[in-house]
């Protein structure tokens, strides 16, 4: 299988991403060795910490069994960045069809932010098998069958406000996998990374893989 659909397949197996920000470097590592720690293999680093290109380039040294991504990608140059420190695939809150085009030309899935159904439509005639409903709060479950309506091949992952209580709901809904963010920063202030790798747990526990 070529390196690309491994990944998304991997991305769906998986089920939960780690969507990791931190206001320093080190406060965005601890909380993706939390996650990982915790059992959750696919770890998606924005791009709005600082240093993101060099916690990936360390995660994929460090971790190379886990899908380390790139995430908050505006655009093309900041996608070449990520995929030249190792980055397995790049996450964008909108769809860009210039990052969706140098994606493609290294063949390194793009998962862009999309909230409607003419926003998917687009950015799958630009490649992307993936797509993030972004933010997931804005929405419920159900959005996902609506969407399959008109849209039966799209494959969605909606972020922003999933946590432990609805996630399962996302996923019974149709939802290919999660992405899972506030939820790791909130335990990392209450009991650092300990209490990020028992949130992890907690998440994967959680997960039925039916």
Known sequence: MFKGLRTLQKLADEKITAVVRGDTPEEAEAIAVGCI???????????????ADDIIRSLKK???ECLT?????????????????????VVSPCF??????????????YIPGCMTVKEMKEASEYGADLIKLFPGNHFAPGMIKAVKGPLPTVEIMPTGGVNLENM?????????????????????KSHGQEGVRQAAED????????
């Open 203 to 210: 998440f994967v526990s959680k997960l039925d893989r039916k």
């Open 69 to 89: 991504g790139a995430g908050s990608v505006l655009d093309p140059e900041t996608a070449r960045l990520a995929m030249l420190a190792g980055a397995d695939y």
């Open 62 to 64: 460090e971790h190379p």
């Open 37 to 51: 720690e915790g059992g959750v293999k696919s770890i998606e680093v924005t791009f709005t910490t600082p240093g």
């Open 168 to 188: 399962q709901d996302w996923l019974d809904a149709g939802a290919a996998a999660v992405g899972v963010g506030s939820e790791w920063n909130k335990a990392y």
């Open 96 to 109: 860009d069809k210039e990052t969706a085009m140098i994606c493609n030309r290294y063949h390194v899935p």
